[in-house]
């Protein structure tokens, strides 16, 4: 027997760490050849690592939310054979020879190649439940909850859907290493039927529930807390009569074609965003403050902030002054699926010079959004809502939104922002001069 040490390989783009965001294994798991060891985060994109051999876990070189080094060693296994350590003569540390295959980081898939005969599999007693695949271990239905103050383990899109369904992780039991819970472990505690929900419902809870800030929700937080310390806000609300907008997208989403996509209002407002930024340039900015330098950007290039089962993001459509309605409508699609689907790139995570957010339905009235540091600018877009208006002689019905838009004041101007806005808001609300050069 022998032994294995994996280090944290190269996850490219000359990334020189990366954050431990999540252990797939515990020390005494058995494990096989490409089984999902850990996940690591590198600025937003999340790689899986997995195991170059088959083995037994010995060690765990780090905990949730460390911060690794590339090339730091992070697993430690036993394996068959002389593995890749050797003990130097002399009483020196053990020596890690360069490993005939790395572990290299799943971030998507590779061309087929010919594999060799399988091995034998090791008898069924001894094979954790790590290293069997997760179709073939059925979450578990039963079992005591835990004792008071004891955390359940879970990942981050786990506690997230059990925060939104109201659901107690205590009372959930976990049919993973260490009594993880998974996904499967939820929709299993849901069939128990409503008479399980109806002992739990009404019981006092006493119980504090410590998380760790880690990988995207800790990202987000350092960025707002930088934005908020450093940039002075001030915030512009305008109402929009969206009335014809609506109609002229109405009417632009009954001509179906396979080449078009639906129009929602994110295009008109980009192109919109366009035309006033070619009129305003000094809004489509980096501020570098420490240089005390703005870096005005010739390209306009959007950033849309979506939300995703793991947090806040920003991809971003580049070159929007390029692209037209339905150009602008294919890639915010594109990149929104990316985004959810956590497979968005960094550079289609980057690059943005000035910021849409929008939470759709839920936009409220108004809002105060935080600039995307180091931008200069960020537009909000409120919920469309069927209000009355005055015309001079009477109250009519007409779909009104509000944008609320916050600029850095170091470097703009209120007149300048509400210049803007106006801008924005007379091209919204006469739409035909959206397509007019």
Known sequence: MGEHVIK??????????????????????????????????????????????????????????DTVAIGSPIVRLKVAGEGNVKAETGGGDAKVEAPAKSAEPKTEPQPSA??????????????????????????????????????????????????????????????????????????????????????????????VEDIKVVGLRRKIAEKMSLAKSRIPHITYVEEI?????????????????????????????????????????????????????????????IGIAAQTPNGLVVPVV?????????????????????????????????????????????GGVATTPVINYPEVAIVGVNKIMVRPVWDGTQFIPRKMMNLSSSFDHRVIDGWDAAVFVQRIKALLETPALIFVD
């Open 114 to 207: 010919p594999k060799p005969a399988p091995k034998p599999a090791d008898p069924p007693a001894k094979v954790s439940p790590a290293a069997a695949p997760k179709a073939a271990r059925p979450a578990s239905t039963s079992g005591a909850p835990r004792a008071e103050g004891e955390k359940p383990l879970a990942s981050p899109a786990v506690r997230l859907r059990a925060r939104e369904a109201g659901i107690d992780l205590r009372q959930v039991p976990g049919s993973g290493p260490a009594g993880r819970i998974s996904h499967e472990d939820i929709d299993a505690f849901v069939a128990r039927g409503p008479q399980l929900a109806r002992a739990t419902g009404l019981a006092r809870k006493d119980g």
């Open 241 to 301: 009569d969206v009335t014809s907008l609506e109609e002229l997208r109405a009417t632009l989403n009954k001509e179906k074609r396979a080449d078009r996509p639906k129009l929602t209002l994110l295009p008109f407002l980009m192109r919109a965003m366009v035309k006033a930024i070619a009129e305003q340039p000094n809004l489509n900015a980096l501020f570098d403050d420490e240089a005390g330098v703005i870096h005005q950007h010739e390209g306009i290039h």
């Open 8 to 65: 944290l390989p190269d996850v490219g783009e000359g990334v020189a760490e990366a954050e431990l965001v999540e252990w797939h294994v515990k020390v005494g798991d058995l494990v096989r050849e490409d089984t999902v060891l850990a996940a690591v985060m590198t600025d937003k994109a999340t790689v899986e690592i997995p195991s170059p051999v088959d083995g037994e876990i010995l060690w765990l070189g780090a905990e949730i939310g």
């Open 318 to 362: 580049k070159h929007a002054e390029a692209r037209d309605l339905w150009d602008s409508a294919v890639e915010v699609n594109r990149l929104a699926d990316a985004a959810k689907a956590g497979t968005a790139s960094r550079d289609e995570l980057s690059g943005s010079t000035i910021t849409i957010t929008s939470l759709g339905a839920m």
